[in-house]
């Protein structure tokens, strides 16, 4: 009978809504400003406001219910728990004829109940608005109770970190620190591991490792991100989950906790030396990549060395509460954890576990992805199923080649950080249902034997440059000249359409790797719209593809149908073109119009101005955008528009060259 009434003690959480309850009502307060009181003031505002992008409760006041739920909550489990901070306070409330584990309920069920009742609350009130409000159709019932349950899930589980920290830790401000620390520890420290590990793992990516759903390991980012990412039922099972752990944790250590550890930065005796280290690593990642430039491992030493004595430092002085503590003897746990972190870089370097050389045999290998852009491999990986993961089994020994010719290469290499290098993804689905990620930046002449196999496969150009959309029903083919001219053509023949669709798509598929990776200006722009009906209502959409100077075929069936002259800009129309050399200087990143505009600032060479229309037709064949050399060109079209770009000293005509 005696356990039966202690576990439950009326006293208790009366005191504590006596006096926490203020902390219940700036919940209640500040969440129905944020969502009831936000769709009454944006109904009043019809004329002023669209509301295609309210599609949950999510996006009233977002920023608003983000600051409520990341700090309430977390205040909550302070000031709930904060007596065990006191000692005064501690020893009396230790002193009645309860059990700890029933002290421990009794307070954790106060501030839940104080959470919950002001999110309940609010998610009836709202209900009731919705159905007043003129654009109450668009929310549902459905949306309400995901927002409802999202909001009690991150309350408790914000909450209970809280209240587990606060187990920790003798100090209510270093409860707070250390809350947010633990909220947002795993996103960053696999965002700093990553840094580093890219430094001694050849291949590692981390622009995969950290763009592939980073912001879901940290529990603060991922409710910022919740409206564009609702919660999987997994998820929810694994927050809830979380939830539990958390309670049983600090449940466990309350129990076994001492009352004289009130004011000490860290009370649990075990957790000291991880709360030490811990900083001293955290530290040591902060200042290595902070002194980390790029030409060589001797700055990131020394910024491991600093980051991680004072790191030390710090943590020795919070947990003595004393700045003086430079004593020998207290040193000697740093000199461990040197020689601790020396032994873990050199087993990295050294490749004990085989990363940089594994290489997966073609028959482990379920598909493939091959890509330059990280946000791609991304986008495919959230589809259902992907064209660009491949299962052709050629195609999946291309790739396999050049990652063996790119896995021998050291990932230091001068070269491979120079003008002209290529940044590549290689993604394997595997047998077992393992995915292998590699990320390497080579030069193109180091991997062209090897890297234009791939890039000259018709699966690659399928999946690269999205060619299935050539494939689709389409309403118009715009082309519309790149130069700033006026000048676009509009097919909307269904038989010329057809036709000039095979043509782009047999250009793409017969490209060569230098056509691919050519700086030339394209000529154009082709874009094809098309009309899909979805639910009875006609959307738009587009997809475009480049008019590279290469495509002869096109060109031809251009000129023949009469289009070309309105689909490019031509020799004839410009009136003349100014060519500049200046010496060279080693700054890449020098704009056309700098040359043109500020000549002083440049040591110029040599000039002319070219009116020969053959030449400038020439020009305009092979002239680049930016990148790398020493001719920079304007040319000013007969209306006086003018436009700017360079030849490489490959490019340069020779009938111009001689001029200068």
């Not at 307060?29 to 505002?45: G, K, R, W, Y």
């Not at 309670?247 to 309350?254: D, H, K, N, P, Q």
């Not at 020998?328 to 032994?343: D, M, N, S």
Request: with cysteine.
């Amino acid at each position: 009978m005696k356990s039966k009434t202690s576990f439950y003690n009326g006293g208790i959480i009366r005191q504590n809504v006596k006096q926490h309850g203020w902390i219940s009502l700036i919940y209640f307060t500040v969440l129905i400003f944020a969502l009831p009181l936000q769709m009454i003031m944006i109904d009043t505002e019809l004329h002023q406001h669209r509301f295609n992008h309210l599609d949950d409760f999510f996006s009233f006041a977002g920023p608003l219910q983000t600051l409520a739920v990341s700090i309430i909550p977390i205040l909550t489990g302070i000031f709930i728990f904060r007596y065990l901070h006191v000692k005064v306070a501690a020893d009396m409330a230790h002193s009645l004829p309860l059990r700890r584990g029933s002290l421990f309920t009794n307070h954790y069920l106060s501030g839940l109940f104080m959470l919950l009742i002001p999110v309940w609350t609010t998610a009836i009130i709202t209900n009731l608005v919705r159905s007043i409000v003129s654009y109450g159709d668009q929310l549902t019932a459905s949306d309400l109770i995901t927002w409802a349950v999202t909001m009690t899930l991150f309350t408790i589980f914000f909450y209970s970190c809280s209240v587990l920290v606060g187990m920790m830790t003798g100090i209510s401000v270093i409860q707070g620190i250390l809350t947010y620390i633990l909220l947002v520890l795993p996103l960053g420290l696999i965002t700093l591991m990553s840094f580093h590990l890219r430094m001694f793992l050849n291949g590692f990516s981390e622009r995969y490792t950290t763009s592939i759903n980073v912001e879901k390991w940290s529990p603060l980012i991922h409710f910022a991100e919740i409206s564009r990412n609702a919660l999987s039922i997994f998820e929810v099972t694994m927050y809830f989950g979380g939830t539990l752990l958390l309670v049983i944790i600090a449940y466990i250590l309350y129990k076994f906790r001492h009352i004289e550890s009130a004011s000490q930065a860290i009370a649990i005796q075990p957790l000291r030396p991880v709360f030490k280290y811990g900083v001293t690593f955290c530290f040591m990642l902060l200042s290595g990549a902070y002194f980390e430039r790029g030409d060589g491992l001797s700055w990131l030493i020394f910024g491991y060395i600093i980051g991680s004595f004072i790191g030390y430092i710090i943590a020795e002085m919070i947990l003595q509460k004393t700045w003086r503590i430079f004593q020998p003897k207290a040193f000697i746990g740093y000199i461990g954890f040197a020689a601790v972190t020396v032994l873990l870089i050199i087993a990295i370097s050294m490749d004990i576990t085989g990363y940089e050389t594994r290489v997966p045999e073609a028959s482990q290998v379920e598909s493939v992805y091959f890509g330059q852009n990280i946000f791609n491999l991304r986008d495919e990986l959230d589809k259902d199923s992907s064209d660009a993961f491949i299962t052709d089994e050629d195609y999946i020994e291309k790739v396999i080649a050049l990652h063996e010719t790119a896995s021998q290469q050291q990932s230091n290499e001068q070269e491979s950080h120079q003008y002209g290098s290529n940044y590549f993804f290689i993604a394997y689905q595997l047998e077992n249902g393992n995915r292998l990620v590699r990320e390497y930046e080579l030069s193109h002449e180091l991997t062209k034997e090897q890297i234009a196999p791939v890039l000259e496969s018709e699966q690659y150009k399928n999946s690269h440059f999205h060619l299935k959309q050539l494939e689709r029903p389409t309403d118009t083919i715009t082309i519309i000249a790149n130069e700033p001219i006026n000048k676009s053509i509009a097919i909307i023949d269904p038989d010329e359409m057809a036709e000039l669709k095979q043509i782009v798509k047999g250009e793409y598929i017969n490209m060569s790797y230098d056509e691919m990776m050519t700086s030339k200006r394209d000529w154009a722009t082709i874009q094809l719209s098309f009309t899909d009906t979805d639910q009875d209502q006609l959307n738009m959409q587009r997809t475009a593809f480049p008019w590279k100077k290469s495509f002869s075929t096109l060109e031809q069936w251009l000129e023949e149908n009469n289009y070309l002259d309105q689909a490019r800009i031509h020799a004839h129309e410009v009136e003349y073109l100014e060519v500049v050399q200046i010496a060279e200087n080693g700054d890449r990143h020098i704009h056309p119009t700098q040359v043109f505009n500020l000549p002083h600032e440049y040591h110029i060479l040599s000039s002319t101005q070219i009116v020969d229309e053959q030449e400038i037709d020439a020009a305009l064949q092979v002239y680049s955008d930016y990148t790398e050399g020493q001719y920079f060109l304007k040319f000013v079209t007969i209306d006086g528009t003018e436009f700017y770009g360079m030849f490489t000293s490959d490019s340069i005509p020779k009938e111009i060259y001689s001029q200068l």
